[in-house]
């Protein structure tokens, strides 16, 4: 079983950075595509970006050159640097594991980002 621990969000004024951070827990968290997720009231939830166990990454559009996703296999985390943040980035972020081994995702309890304008 894997747990995953957000932490990070909060309010912050728009054009404002915030960085969220997912720990993991399991020994093989470096094989792990790791996911964050976000998901605002009314909405669907929607992939913001992703990375492979080998590094590669991928960003919704909406996103692409204001926030980057990494990981610290080290340290068992995924972080998502958020710059320039606008009013429609605010919403409830998830971070996401997918064992490939086991074909098993796992989900984070999600952690709220808010900008106000």
């Known amino acids: 079983q894997v747990q995953l621990v957000e932490s990070g969000g909060g309010l912050v004024q728009v054009g404002g950075s915030l960085r969220l951070s997912c720990a993991a827990s399991g020994s093989i968290f470096s094989i792990y595509l790791m996911g964050w997720y976000r998901q605002a009231p009314g909405k669907q939830r929607e992939l913001v970006a992703a990375v492979t166990s080998g590094g590669s990454t991928n960003y919704a559009d909406s996103v692409k050159g204001r926030f980057t996703i990494s990981r610290d296999n080290a340290k068992n985390t995924v972080y998502l640097q958020m710059n320039s943040l606008k009013p429609e980035d605010g919403a409830v972020y998830y971070c996401?594991?997918?064992?490939?081994?086991?074909?098993?995702?796992?989900w984070g309890q999600g952690t709220q980002v808010t900008v106000s304008s």
């Open positions: 996401n594991a997918f064992d490939p081994t086991h074909r098993a995702d796992y």
